[in-house]
């Protein structure tokens, strides 16, 4: 596939493959709504309305900025039930619905939930609205424990509601900045409807992107009670060594750890699989957006 498109990109003249692109992003964006009308209902008859008219508004709004992407958007603010899983708040006109689908990432979703038994330790490093968090709490059960992470204040609240509302009695939220050292205020960069993109490692370039400041903190730090990590995850939206030169200690603790990893690179090229590595781990690739790091047995 990837040789078709470089042959293509050769051949065809731009303006062309402009046109193709958009005409791409557009299908794109209309066939991500029937995965959500299948694994996401409203929790009420004004939530299931929101769905089904915001499902109706999509071949109108995904016509919007084609050449960038756009997440899956709902007209209005809605309780969900996602099958499976359990029910989250969404808010409108923001990415959420997005982060609440267990498609968006299959392979990862599949994985936690092949790694996790009763008992285990599930580290959530940028949870943002607690997808991951509610499907490692429901595996590890009642005697099993997941320590969640989240720094921006308002998707922190979702992230503690949503907690609540799926009844989890094993989950602590901390509401930090991951980051080497601990005690340090930094701020937090995010584009309006972005919530997922939040980060205190990259500057956005939209003169409008919202800046709050936010506590930092350690893994080794908030880890120091676990006497075993059974899984990681870390999106943390470019701070994710940062947040492991934090973790020397809790990393001789930890069995395996997934991460963020986009595009082509590979271990030898890619700082945070040079630290694991470095740690004893063995890096690999889980799909095209994330990696893999796993204590050779």
């Known amino acids: 596939m990837s040789r078709l498109r470089d042959a293509l990109k050769a051949a065809l003249p ?4 402009g ?3 958009r ?8 066939g991500r709504w029937p995965v959500i009308l299948w694994q996401v209902r409203g929790a009420a008859w004004r939530d299931r309305l929101t769905l ?4 109706l508004a999509s071949p109108a709004v995904a016509l919007r900025g084609l050449d960038a992407w756009q997440d899956p958007l709902l007209l209005r603010d809605a309780r969900v039930r996602v099958r499976g899983l359990g029910e989250f708040l969404v808010r409108a006109r923001t990415d959420d619905l997005w982060h609440v689908l267990p498609a968006r990432e299959p392979a990862l979703y599949a994985a936690i939930g092949a790694a996790l038994r009763e008992g285990d330790v599930f580290v959530d490093a940028g949870a943002n609205l607690g997808v991951y968090t509610v499907l490692a709490a429901r595996c590890v059960g009642a005697h099993g424990r997941v320590v969640c992470f989240e720094m921006m204040p308002d998707t922190a609240d979702l992230l503690e509601r949503h907690v609540r509302l799926n009844r989890l009695d094993n989950v602590t939220v901390v509401r930090k900045a991951l980051s080497r050292r601990a005690g340090d205020r930094v701020v937090a960069v995010v584009e309006a409807g972005k919530h997922g993109q939040a980060s205190i490692a990259r500057e956005r370039a ?4 919202r800046r709050v400041e936010v506590a930092t903190t350690t893994l080794d ?6 006497a075993r990590v059974r899984l990681m995850k870390l999106d943390l939206e470019g701070a994710e060594l940062d947040a492991l030169h934090g973790a020397a200690e809790v990393l001789q603790r930890t069995e395996a750890l997934v991460y963020e990893r986009w595009g082509d690179a590979g271990a030898a090229t890619d700082p945070v699989a040079r630290l694991l590595g470095t740690a004893g781990f063995a890096c690999g690739r889980l799909d095209g957006n994330n990696a893999i790091a796993r204590r050779p047995v």
């Open 14 to 17: 731009a303006p062309v493959r």
């Open 23 to 30: 005409g791409l992003h557009y299908l794109q964006r209309l």
């Open 221 to 226: 730090r908030e880890l120091a009670g676990c």
């Open 52 to 55: 089904l008219a915001s499902a």
């Open 19 to 21: 046109v193709l692109r």
């Open 206 to 209: 939209n003169p409008d992107a």
